[in-house]
């Protein structure tokens, strides 16, 4: 048996970033908390979710695109 998930683009974020948007969706402005590795993390993605009512931490990729700077 095989199963597949419609994942909706969104530009804004990316590949991992719509993948993130596409499986929360009926968990969006909830109040949720969503807790992801580096792949996923970035600050497009996190603000989004921010206006979505949804928490986001992650560990980050210091040469992520958009990245702020950060120290080592």
């Not at 991992?16 to 792949?39: P, R």
């Not at 979710?49 to 980050?60: S, Y």
Request: charged content about 20%.
């Amino acid at each position: 048996m095989s199963s597949s998930t419609e994942i909706t683009q969104f530009p804004e974020v990316g590949i991992s970033g719509s993948i993130v948007l596409t499986l929360l969706e009926k968990y969006l402005n909830n109040g949720h908390s969503l807790y992801v590795d580096n792949w996923y993390t970035s600050p497009s993605l996190f603000s989004i979710l921010h206006e979505k009512k949804t928490n986001a931490c992650g560990t980050v990729k210091i040469n992520r695109k958009h990245m702020p700077p950060l120290k080592e």
